[in-house]
């Protein structure tokens, strides 16, 4: 096995339709889940509504590889995510999760176009990393 990275848009809300969303970004979302929904196999309720899309593990050793995937599909969004945000009191987060396998550590550095992106649109930046 070696180092694979996977990184997520995530769309967080109180209450929202992600059917609305979906409409307004012309983009089909991996999945979603509607706040007070029960979360399968466990005796809890989701707390929020989220809607999100994402790319594949890949093996990587640059985060932004996988970060500019999602900001080739987001780019030309941008005006219909800062209008959905301040409709519903929305939240962005991009979550980079980094499984590193045989000590392949990849980089963590963000360039300044995804750092601009992110913050026009008010969105949060995440990284969870598992080392096996």
């Known amino acids: 096995m070696a180092t694979n990275v996977n990184a997520e848009f995530v769309i967080i809300g109180d209450i929202f339709d992600p059917n609305v969303v979906t409409q307004r970004l012309g983009i089909e979302p991996h999945g979603y889940w509607i706040k007070e929904e029960e979360v399968?196999?466990?005796?809890?309720?989701?707390k929020d509504t989220n809607w999100w899309i994402h790319t594949d593990y890949e093996h990587s050793f640059d985060i932004m590889c996988q970060l500019s995937k999602l900001i080739n599909i987001l780019q030309n969004k941008k005006n219909i995510l800062k209008e959905l945000k301040t409709t519903y009191d929305l939240d962005y987060l991009f979550l980079v999760v980094i499984n590193v396998?045989?000590?392949?550590?990849?980089?963590?550095?963000?360039?300044?176009?995804?750092?601009?992106?992110?913050?026009?649109?008010?969105?949060?930046?995440?990284?969870?990393?598992?080392?096996y």
């Open 101 to 131: 396998e045989e000590d392949e550590q990849p980089a963590i550095a963000l360039d300044s176009s995804f750092i601009n992106f992110a913050s026009d649109i008010g969105a949060e930046f995440e990284v969870d990393l598992y080392i």
């Open 40 to 46: 399968p196999k466990a005796p809890i309720k989701r």
